[in-house]
C-alpha cells in the first residue's frame, strides 16, 4: 500500500514536535543542579568561589549552632522573611556564589515563592520586567536583581547594573568546574592571599605563602562522632588544595607549612600546657600536608566547637 501525505498529518507532526520541544525545556528545567552545576551558571574567572551545602550543615545539626536562637534574628530580618515567604532555616539547601571586581553573584537553590519576591521587589520601589526583578541596595549605586533560573534555583545579583542577574546562566556548555562534597568550600587566586589582615589569629601564617600558589581553595567536611554515640562531638576536617606553577613550588610550599606547623608545635610544648581541643591552635598544629606534581594537599581534623566558637567571636 502507498502512503498518501495527508494535510493533517502535518498538523499531528507539529503538535508532536511542539510537545518535544516543551518536554526539554521543562526537563533541562528540572534536572538537579549539584554543587559543580550550581558555580557553572556563575561568573567564575578571576572570582573568589564559595560554596555552602545547607542542607548537610542542617543534618548534622550545625547549622542551628551556627545560626543561634531563632528568638535572636533581627527583627528586620524577620520581617523581610515573612514577606517573601522565605526562612534560609528550613527553605534554603545550598548557595554557590562568588565576588568578582566588587560584584556579588550567587545560584540559590532551595524553595522559593515568586510572587511573594515579586511583590517584595515592587513594594520597595522596585521593577519586574519579563520574570527578572530589580531593587536599590543599601550600598549606593548597587543594585539588588534576581530571576528563577529554575523552580528550585534564583539566580541572584548585587552589582552596579540592575540586570546583573543575567550573568547567572544555565550552565550548559560552559567549562566544567569541580565543587568537592563538603558542608564549605572556597577557592580563590593566589593573588587575593595577599595583606590578609582580618584573617583569624594564627592563621596568617599559614595563608600568607599562598599568594605565591596560581589557586588554593578550603574545604571542610563531617568527620566521625567523637563519643560513640549521636549526642558526642562531631568532628570535621579542613582539606587545602593549592595548584602551584610547578612541583619545586609545591615542594618548596609544603616545606613551608611543615615548618611553621613544626615551629608552633614547638612553642606550645615550649609553654608546658597542650591546647585544648575546641581551640584553633589544637587546629593548627594537628596539620599535615602532601605533594602530587605541581599541587599540595593540607589536612587539618577539627572538632566542631572550634567552629562555633569562632562563628561566637565574629558575632560579639
Given at each position: 500500500?502507498?502512503?498518501?501525505?495527508?494535510?493533517?498529518?502535518?498538523?499531528?507532526?507539529?503538535?508532536?514536535?511542539?510537545?518535544?520541544?516543551?518536554?526539554?525545556?521543562?526537563?533541562?528545567?528540572?534536572?538537579?543542579?549539584?554543587?559543580?552545576?550550581?558555580?557553572?551558571?556563575?561568573?567564575?574567572?578571576?572570582?573568589?568561589?564559595?560554596?555552602?551545602?545547607?542542607?548537610?550543615?542542617?543534618?548534622?545539626?550545625?547549622?542551628?549552632?551556627?545560626?543561634?536562637?531563632?528568638?535572636?534574628?533581627?527583627?528586620?530580618?524577620?520581617?523581610?522573611?515573612?514577606?517573601?515567604?522565605?526562612?534560609?532555616?528550613?527553605?534554603?539547601?545550598?548557595?554557590?556564589?562568588?565576588?568578582?571586581?566588587?560584584?556579588?553573584?550567587?545560584?540559590?537553590?532551595?524553595?522559593?515563592?515568586?510572587?511573594?519576591?515579586?511583590?517584595?521587589?515592587?513594594?520597595?520601589?522596585?521593577?519586574?520586567?519579563?520574570?527578572?526583578?530589580?531593587?536599590?541596595?543599601?550600598?549606593?549605586?548597587?543594585?539588588?536583581?534576581?530571576?528563577?533560573?529554575?523552580?528550585?534555583?534564583?539566580?541572584?545579583?548585587?552589582?552596579?547594573?540592575?540586570?546583573?542577574?543575567?550573568?547567572?546562566?544555565?550552565?550548559?556548555?560552559?567549562?566544567?568546574?569541580?565543587?568537592?562534597s563538603a558542608a564549605f568550600w572556597i577557592s580563590a587566586p593566589g593573588t587575593d592571599f595577599?595583606?590578609?589582615?582580618?584573617?583569624?589569629?594564627?592563621?596568617?601564617?599559614?595563608?600568607?605563602?599562598?599568594?605565591?600558589?596560581?589557586?588554593?581553595?578550603?574545604?571542610?567536611?563531617?568527620?566521625?562522632?567523637?563519643?560513640?554515640?549521636?549526642?558526642?562531638?562531631?568532628?570535621?576536617?579542613?582539606?587545602?588544595?593549592?595548584?602551584?606553577?610547578?612541583?619545586?613550588?609545591?615542594?618548596?610550599?609544603?616545606?613551608?607549612?611543615?615548618?611553621?606547623?613544626?615551629?608552633?608545635?614547638?612553642?606550645?610544648?615550649?609553654?608546658?600546657?597542650?591546647?585544648?581541643?575546641?581551640?584553633?591552635?589544637?587546629?593548627?598544629?594537628?596539620?599535615?600536608?602532601?605533594?602530587?606534581?605541581?599541587?599540595?594537599?593540607?589536612?587539618?581534623?577539627?572538632?566542631?566547637?572550634?567552629?562555633?566558637?569562632?562563628?561566637?567571636?565574629?558575632?560579639?
Amino acid at each position: 500500500m502507498r502512503f498518501r501525505f495527508r494535510p493533517w498529518h502535518l498538523a499531528v507532526a507539529l503538535v508532536l514536535v511542539v510537545l518535544a520541544a516543551v518536554g526539554l525545556v521543562e526537563w533541562r528545567r528540572s534536572r538537579l543542579y549539584d554543587a559543580s552545576r550550581l558555580m557553572q551558571t556563575l561568573p567564575v574567572d578571576g572570582a573568589v568561589k564559595v560554596y555552602i551545602d545547607v542542607q548537610q550543615l542542617r543534618k548534622g545539626g550545625l547549622l542551628e549552632s551556627l545560626a543561634g536562637p531563632k528568638a535572636a534574628e533581627d527583627p528586620d530580618y524577620r520581617h523581610f522573611a515573612e514577606q517573601i515567604g522565605f526562612d534560609y532555616r528550613t527553605d534554603l539547601d545550598a548557595v554557590a556564589a562568588v565576588f568578582v571586581h566588587g560584584d556579588f553573584y550567587a545560584a540559590v537553590q532551595g524553595h522559593f515563592d515568586w510572587k511573594r519576591l515579586a511583590d517584595y521587589a515592587e513594594s520597595q520601589h522596585g521593577t519586574c520586567i519579563n520574570g527578572l526583578c530589580s531593587l536599590s541596595s543599601d550600598q549606593p549605586d548597587r543594585k539588588i536583581s534576581f530571576y528563577l533560573l529554575a523552580d528550585n534555583v534564583l539566580a541572584l545579583a548585587i552589582s552596579d547594573s540592575p540586570q546583573g542577574a543575567g550573568m547567572v546562566e544555565p550552565s550548559n556548555g560552559k567549562k566544567g568546574i569541580t565543587v568537592p562534597s563538603a558542608a564549605f568550600w572556597i577557592s580563590a587566586p593566589g593573588t587575593d592571599f595577599k595583606g590578609l589582615k582580618n584573617a583569624p589569629t594564627g592563621t596568617q601564617a599559614f595563608l600568607t605563602p599562598l599568594a605565591t600558589a596560581r589557586e588554593a581553595s578550603f574545604s571542610v567536611q563531617a568527620g566521625s562522632v567523637q563519643g560513640g554515640s549521636p549526642a558526642g562531638n562531631k568532628t570535621f576536617e579542613i582539606r587545602m588544595d593549592v595548584a602551584c606553577a610547578s612541583p619545586d613550588s609545591a615542594a618548596a610550599l609544603a616545606k613551608v607549612f611543615s615548618s611553621t606547623t613544626d615551629l608552633l608545635r614547638r612553642l606550645i610544648v615550649g609553654q608546658g600546657s597542650a591546647p585544648k581541643r575546641t581551640d584553633l591552635t589544637a587546629v593548627l598544629v594537628s596539620g599535615r600536608f602532601e605533594t602530587h606534581e605541581s599541587s599540595v594537599t593540607g589536612f587539618w581534623p577539627m572538632d566542631r566547637r572550634v567552629i562555633e566558637s569562632l562563628v561566637s567571636d565574629q558575632m560579639k
